[in-house]
């Protein structure tokens, strides 16, 4: 199935010129949720729908509670998640705080299959508003 995306016009506000580009953005094809997902995976597989859910969910609270003991969870193929902070700077070593981390992300590597899967992408221009 191809990844379908569009174009849009994007002003550029911070130029002084305020130019204008087009630029792709991906659009999705709908959602897969935990119940679509278990059921694709007994289709391909001989585990239950049931079970899948269950290990899924013991996968995310296993995941979770990794990343919150400071841990980088390496999920083979699929990819590696872990945890970074973004934080205000000071002049002097004492002056920092807990006030100055403004933020927690979690970060997604995606492992070798899910970059293959990506490199065999097959875009698909969805019908474009030659009107802006």
Do not use: C
């Not at 070593?93 to 899967?117: E, T």
Request: hydrophobic fraction near 40%.
């Amino acid at each position: 199935m191809p990844l379908k995306y569009t174009i849009n016009k994007i002003e550029n506000n911070i130029q002084k010129k305020h130019t204008a580009k087009y630029y792709a953005f991906a659009k999705s094809d709908g959602i897969m949720d935990l119940d679509d997902i278990s059921k694709r995976i007994q289709e391909i597989s001989t585990v239950s729908s049931i079970d899948t859910i269950a290990v899924i969910e013991g996968l995310i609270k296993v995941v979770g509670d990794g990343l919150v003991d400071g841990k980088t969870m390496k999920l083979g193929k699929f990819g590696i998640f872990s945890i970074s902070i973004r934080s205000e700077g000071v002049e002097e070593l004492d002056k920092f705080s807990l006030k100055n981390i403004v933020q927690y992300k979690i970060n997604f590597l995606p492992g070798s299959y899910l970059k293959r899967l990506i490199s065999n992408l097959k875009p698909m221009l969805l019908k474009h508003n030659s009107n802006e």
